[in-house]
């Protein structure tokens, strides 16, 4: 994680500092950024990070306008009368996958952090939401098909480009670092990625109902990966992290720019001083992310989109203070 350190306030490093301690100063610096953030403005009763009821039974309160009428508490509301609602919390010991991309096109960015960078520090952030109570948390983590230094492909160890590690779930602060360490120290290959096969690995083998969270750019086309992702939400709360950087967005003007594909290698020289060229490009990237919104709204996906050039930290704040807020209004995506 070479610029995982900008993620949080720089320090002082010792000049004899390995890379392994330097990644692991950055982990402890993340982690403790993470928890003092999210603790002082993310307080409440113990409930899921998605939107949802739960299933274990809570008190009854008296019916307001816009409760769902599915949660409605009926001996209590005969024996007083009035209309009550049952209130539920999330499930105890709850059981959460991450499926987190480390493809080639990850490791780029422009903004203040590298998009990989970003894709750690959701992790983290996901990771500390969800340990909490005995919880347990694993992740698969998938990169591209080629060793970093190049030279002949590997088979990878599943059907369809890319290699892929799994991480069984495990509860614990010390299993939930592990893991953290795991994602943070995997090296990113060139070659292509499969998300869609990334995706259906939380689908096999079947597990217990829980959270599913897939962090990935979506850069893959969304018929690769929008069928498993279906499946996926069948059975769990899904949330789609999306990270992007500005210059997936819009080209700057600094005149003939090369432009590198990080997944193939092939090289194209684009000539930024042209304004149509840049306008062109600007509607194809916003209909690109407009087709990926799409496509994990159809998947039933809560969708959190994450940049490169912004506070992360504060993004998932709103979010999941929203997500909270739209809950206790007894609404549900």
């Known amino acids: 994680m070479a610029r995982a350190a900008a993620v949080t306030s720089p320090t002082r490093r010792p000049p004899d500092a390995t890379p392994r301690d330097r990644s692991e100063a950055a982990l402890s610096r993340l982690q403790l950024l993470v928890t003092r953030k999210l603790d002082g403005l993310l307080q409440g009763d113990y409930v899921g990070l998605l939107p949802g009821p739960g299933s274990e039974a809570g008190e009854s309160r008296e019916y307001r306008p816009g409760d769902d009428v599915r949660r409605m508490d009926w001996p209590v509301t005969a024996r007083t009368t009035t209309a009550h609602v049952r209130r539920t919390v999330a499930d105890r010991e709850l059981e959460t996958w991450l499926a987190v991309d480390l493809s080639a096109s990850l490791d780029f960015g422009t903004g ?38 190049g030279g002949r492909r590997r088979r990878p160890p599943a059907p369809g480009p890319g290699l892929f590690t799994r991480l069984p779930a495990r509860s614990g602060r010390k299993e939930a670092q592990g893991l953290l360490r795991a994602i943070a120290g995997t090296q990113i290959r060139p070659g292509r990625g499969d998300l869609g096969v990334l995706v259906d690995m939380l689908n096999r083998p079947p597990r217990r109902r829980g959270v599913a969270v897939v962090v990935s750019d979506f850069l893959a086309p969304p018929a690769q990966w929008v069928r498993p992702l279906r499946k996926l939400r069948v059975r769990h709360d899904l949330l789609a992290v999306e990270v992007v950087d500005p210059r997936e967005l819009e080209l700057p003007d600094v005149g003939v720019l090369p432009v590198v594909d990080p997944e193939t290698g092939e090289l194209h020289e684009v000539q930024t001083a042209d304004p149509r060229l840049r306008a062109r490009y600007a509607e194809a990237a916003a209909a690109q992310r407009a087709e990926i919104a799409a496509a994990l709204r159809s998947a039933g996906a809560a969708h959190l989109r994450l940049r490169t050039d912004r506070d992360w930290l504060l993004d998932m704040v709103r979010f999941v203070a929203a997500q909270r807020h739209a809950r206790t209004r007894g609404t549900t995506r």
Request: glycine share 16%; aromatic share 2%; proline share 3%.
């Open 112 to 149: 203040r952090w590298l998009k990989r960078d970003v894709v750690v520090a959701a992790a983290a952030a996901l990771t500390h939401l969800t340990v909490r109570g005995g919880n347990r948390i694993g992740a698969v983590i998938g990169t591209g098909d080629e060793p970093a230094g």
